[in-house]
């Protein structure tokens, strides 16, 4: 199989997190004459500011980055403070997980294995249609029973709630972690 330069170039700058100076892609691809690499580089300039592209490749900042075009500013910017909302506090990601796992639970139960009052968690996650009310127990008081939804099966790559990882794989997960 053949690596084209200027694909395996794109790569290193699209996973960048930072502009990518010339001088560290020259140092990775030692392989590549210096040459063939500000060729590959040239390539992907032209190639990204002259087709009908919602990005385009930018030197900035001493090195390399994609960048979106102004143009998409309002689509994106709306896009960006969107994705912001759905980020989850680590209360909510808490919350959730006790749901997750002890589910059909009322806000009382969620509250006793956290530790904490859950309700504000809570109300985040049924906003975020994380979680539902699936009706009452049927104890004094009559509360409210929390289950996940469909949506939180797509949040996080699920098919069903058989998939969530069990307490011994959770715990040599974080076994490994301490290893490391």
């Known amino acids: 199989m053949s690596v084209s330069l200027r694909e395996v170039v794109e ?3 699209f996973i960048s997190t930072e502009p990518l100076p010339l ?3 020259k140092t990775i691809l030692e392989e590549y004459p210096g040459e063939d690499i500000e060729n590959a580089l040239e390539e992907l300039l032209e190639s ?3 087709n009908e592209r919602g990005i385009q490749l930018v030197q900035r900042g001493g ?4 960048v979106t075009k102004p143009q998409y500013d309002h689509w994106i ?3 960006l403070r969107d994705e912001k909302r759905s ?3 680590l209360a909510a990601l808490e919350t959730l997980s006790v749901v997750a796992y002890h589910q059909p639970v009322t806000l009382a139960e969620i509250s006793a294995v956290r530790g904490v009052d859950a309700s504000h968690s809570l109300k985040t996650l049924l906003y975020k249609k994380l979680v539902k009310i699936t009706g009452r127990k049927k104890s004094p ?3 409210l029973i929390y289950r996940t939804t469909e949506k939180f099966l797509q949040h996080f790559g699920l098919n069903e709630l058989k998939d969530l990882p069990t307490q011994e794989e959770i715990s040599k997960i974080l ?6």
Not at 63 to 66: C, D, P, V, W
């Open 11 to 13: 790569c290193m700058i």
């Open 23 to 25: 001088a560290k892609i």
């Open 48 to 50: 990204y500011n002259s």
């Open 63 to 66: 090195g390399f980055l994609f």
């Open 77 to 79: 910017n709306k896009f």
């Open 87 to 89: 980020k989850l506090s």
């Open 141 to 143: 008081g009559k509360p």
């Open 175 to 180: 076994d490994e972690e301490k290893v490391k």
